[in-house]
T-cell receptor, first 109, second 114 residues
Framework: KNEVEQSPQNLTAQEGEFITINCSYS?????LHWLQQHPGGGIVSLFM???GKKKHGRLIATINIQEKHSSLHITASHPRDSAVYIC???????????FGKGTLLTVNP | NAGVMQNPRHLVRRRGQEARLRCSPM?????VYWYRQLPEEGLKFMVY????????ESGMPKERFSAEFPKEGPSILRIQQVVRGDSAAYFC????????????FGPGTRLTVL
């Protein structure tokens, strides 16, 4: 069983919809990261969080340490949000990340 | 302010050849991490280096793979005698000072072994 599980694997939405991507992990962590990978492969770090909630533009990330669960929300989704969203955890090494397999989001106009 | 640079972006090798992947960290970053993304798999940690030091290579295959980050120049991931199973995307990331800082990723090198 992967230490980091994401759901759903694939998600298709219509422009404007509210999107939620989930991440569950089975180990103790010091931080959780959300990353975005566009077609063509470049990876961008969206959030790093260890508690609570962070917001950046239309993106919101939350984490519940007790339940070992995090969610990434996208409000008013847009076709340019189409990408693979990856959850990764730091189990305390402070440098080694363990990744989920990613969620492929497609937003149709 | 250039980001993390990797070259080549695409590399094709025949079985048995050597592959050299280069990573130039962001200016001012002295910590480099290499990750591998196999087809249909998530990213996997390979190695963490600081200038002239390998800090953690626990994710590197024991044979044929090596990494270095010299005092001058880019970090190099070297794969000797490549096999088809080495075909993957290899990403490097850098951070300014260890640990808790966000890692900035390069665009990746896509290695195809024929």
């Amino acid at each position: 069983k992967n230490e980091v599980e994401q759901s759903p694997q694939n998600l298709t939405a219509q422009e404007g919809e509210f999107i939620t991507i989930n991440c569950s992990y089975s180990v103790g962590i010091s931080a959780l990261h959300w990353l975005q990978q566009h077609p063509g492969g470049g990876i961008v770090s969206l959030f790093m969080l260890s508690s609570g909630k962070k917001k950046h533009g239309r993106l919101i990330a939350t984490i519940n340490i007790q339940e070992k669960h995090s969610s990434l929300h996208i409000t008013a989704s847009h076709p340019r949000d189409s990408a693979v969203y990856i959850c990764a955890v730091d189990s305390g090494s402070n440098y080694k990340l363990t990744f989920g397999k990613g969620t492929l989001l497609t937003v149709n106009p | 302010n250039a980001g993390v640079m990797q070259n080549p972006r695409h590399l094709v090798r025949r079985r048995g050849q050597e592959a050299r992947l280069r990573c130039s960290p962001m200016k001012g970053h002295s910590h480099v991490y290499w990750y591998r993304q196999l087809p249909e798999e998530g990213l996997k940690f390979m190695v963490y280096l600081q200038k002239e030091n390998i800090i953690d290579e626990s994710g590197m295959p024991k044979e044929r793979f090596s990494a270095e980050f010299p005092k001058e120049g880019p970090s190099i991931l070297r794969i000797q005698q490549v096999v088809r199973g080495d075909s993957a995307a290899y990403f490097c990331a850098s951070s300014p000072q260890g640990s808790t800082d966000t890692q900035y990723f390069g665009p990746g090198t896509r290695l195809t072994v024929l």
